[in-house]
């Protein structure tokens, strides 16, 4: 699961690195459920204008205070992302910190069932270098 600005920004650097194609795709996954998109509702912005002023000294912007936002109200405390420095000052208001994982776990097919973060099957794409 994820939020529509993850999305967004995820769109957009599957197409900048593997082709509108692969980017119709990963859209293509949210329209057939294998991807599920969660609402930020008014509280969840509150967080995220919170989170983005208080770290504002770390560049956080809002996406990843969205993915902060929905991974409190689940009550998860797992989120895979390629943005760690950002997220690993964040304190959370659940835990006492997030387990942050490489966003590539999700396109080497391994499981992340705790996960929020831009899940994606791209398996009839080419596997990227992990470099």
Not at 4 to 9: F, G, K, N
Request: with cysteine; glycine share 8%.
């Amino acid at each position: 699961m994820s939020t529509a600005l993850v999305l967004t920004v995820t769109g957009w650097l599957i197409s900048r690195q593997l082709g509108a194609l692969a980017e119709a795709g990963f859209y293509r996954s949210v329209v057939d459920g294998e991807l599920e998109v969660r609402a930020l509702g008014r509280e969840a912005w509150v967080r995220v204008s919170r989170l983005t002023g208080k770290y504002a000294g770390n560049d956080l912007g809002g996406v990843d205070p969205s993915l902060v936002a929905v991974t409190e109200r689940l009550r998860l405390n797992t989120i895979a992302t390629l943005d760690h420095n950002h997220l690993r000052a964040v304190r959370p208001r659940h835990v006492k910190a997030f387990k942050i994982v490489p966003w590539l776990v999700l396109f080497v097919g391994r499981a992340c069932d705790d996960c929020v973060a831009p899940g994606i099957d791209i398996s009839p794409v080419p596997r990227l270098p992990l470099t």
